[in-house]
């Protein structure tokens, strides 16, 4: 194994009030974050461009690649405002959830921010405030309302969402406020764009035309919460080979979906992108309890190091680092987990692909690996331009950090997530992988023992031409 030690797991940290000040950013750099979530559910797009400006700038001065996510809000589905922001319920009340109500007297009339009307069927379900009231439809009223029953005491409370696990929403998921997003996401290099409640493949395929058109060469990650993303193993099958990689969306996915589902789903997920040389990122309440405390809980240190385990590219934090009050505390902890779990612990075995590949550089990463485990070399060089080579290897989950370099910085950004890399951009040459392997040693970020005179053994990886599918060589170097 390596001698060097890397956090080959990445950490993806959600942009916040907490973390909004030039400083925190930094730090979370510093601390361990590899990327930045920007939740377009919340903030403006000027709060955006001035976060982006910011880690862009520190990450060009220390010569990191950090990717930048943008999370589309998609169909969240929200109450409007109720009166006193507070409304009280019980089995067997009828409420109506009606769009085109403006404002609420305090009665059963709820206001809600989307035409609930065209799309239900009576006899589904509808879960309210997050899961934590249940209601099923007994009537469609109007041709913008709907009556449902309460199933369960409770309260109710303004802007609260809406799921609802059993309706098609048939392929209405890209909202016009969306769109907006999209926009604006394309004008600014987002690395990756997510998209949300997906349900099939044609989704994906949708925003992949949106982005072309644009001229964006964002990759697009699938957020899986809904009942019929996840209602086949050929539908979790055709949506991982469709997308760039997965977001396991667990809040919504239990909701949706049922809590039982989610950590066999999550396993399942996860191996399907290692198949398919995907990303996958697991997500939602990773460390909760660092919202208020200062130290996680030994379940939550078990959900991370599950993820790592399982073969993940990332784990995620969302309210953690957004509006937690120990952002920087809880990227060390969810650091010092990753390290911990990938040194002491097996990864569960990949699966391999029955079809075979027919794609040169999936084999050559696949030999690539063998060799330094079998030379026992200390990191694997790659050279990439469209990063599909550094994604191959990824997939093999090697026990050694691969830097990749590549003359492309979208490509660099979109790199920084995945499993066990570090990329870097450098203009091509000839021998352009083991120059900036020299130049990483000199800067101590190649570092053995305290002098730093020790060899470094590494498998390098790269076309003999500055084209996309070239790879092509594999050398065993010194340095």
Request: with cysteine.
């Amino acid at each position: 194994m390596s001698k060097l030690l890397f956090k080959r797991t990445k950490i993806l940290a959600t942009v916040g009030p907490s973390v909004f000040a030039e400083e925190k950013l930094h730090e979370l750099v510093q601390s361990g974050v590899n990327g930045f979530r920007f939740n377009f559910s919340h903030g403006t797009y000027e709060e955006r461009e001035a976060q982006m400006a910011t880690i862009r700038k520190y990450a060009e001065e220390r010569g990191k690649s950090v990717a930048i996510l943008q999370d589309l809000q998609g169909p969240k589905i929200r109450l409007g405002e109720l009166r006193d922001n507070h409304k009280d319920v019980h089995v067997g009340d009828e409420l109506i959830l009606d769009h085109a109500a403006t404002e609420h007297d305090g009665g059963n009339v709820l206001p809600v921010q989307y035409n609930l009307a065209e799309k239900v069927k009576v006899g589904e379900p509808i879960y309210i405030f997050d899961g934590k009231i249940r209601t099923s439809v007994i009537e469609i009223t109007s041709s913008t309302a709907i009556k449902v029953r309460v199933e369960n005491d409770g309260y109710i409370m303004s802007r609260k969402g809406i799921n609802l696990p059993d309706t098609d929403l048939g392929g209405d998921i890209i909202t016009e406020k969306d769109m907006e997003d999209i926009k604006f996401g394309a004008a600014h290099d987002f690395d990756y764009v997510a998209l949300s409640f997906i349900q099939s493949a044609e989704d994906i395929r949708k925003l992949r035309q949106i982005l072309r058109d644009l001229g964006s060469t964002a990759r697009i990650i699938a957020k899986i919460e809904t009942k019929k993303a996840i209602e086949s193993e050929e539908a979790m099958t055709e949506i991982v080979q469709e997308a760039d990689g997965i977001m396991i969306a667990r809040g919504d996915m239990a909701i949706e979906a049922g809590a039982e589902v989610v950590p066999v789903v999550q396993r399942r997920l996860i191996a399907l992108c290692r198949k398919y040389s995907k990303l996958s990122i697991v997500a939602t309440q990773m460390m909760a309890s660092m919202v208020e405390n200062p130290e996680p809980t030994r379940a939550e240190v078990n959900d991370v190091a599950t993820g790592v385990l399982l073969g993940a590219d990332a784990v995620m934090l969302s309210d953690e680092t957004a509006n937690g009050k120990y952002p920087i505390e809880t990227v060390l902890a969810m650091k010092k987990v990753i390290l911990y779990a990938q040194e002491h612990a097996e990864m569960q075995p990949a699966e391999e692909d029955p079809t075979g590949s027919n794609h040169g550089y999936e084999a050559i990463a696949r030999a690539a690996v063998q060799l330094a485990e079998d030379i026992n070399a200390d990191l694997i060089l790659v050279g990439t331009k469209s990063g599909a080579t550094s994604m191959a290897i990824a997939a093999q989950r090697p026990k050694l950090p691969m830097i990749s370099v590549t003359s492309n910085a979208r490509v660099a950004g979109q790199l920084a997530l995945i499993y066990a890399n570090s990329a870097f951009v450098r203009p091509y040459d000839t021998d352009y992988v083991f120059n900036l392997a020299q130049e990483l040693k000199r800067r101590d970020y190649l570092k053995l023992g305290e002098d730093n005179k020790a060899d470094l053994t590494a498998v390098v990886v790269y076309g003999l031409h500055n084209s996309e599918g070239s790879t092509s060589s594999i050398q065993i170097r010194k340095f």
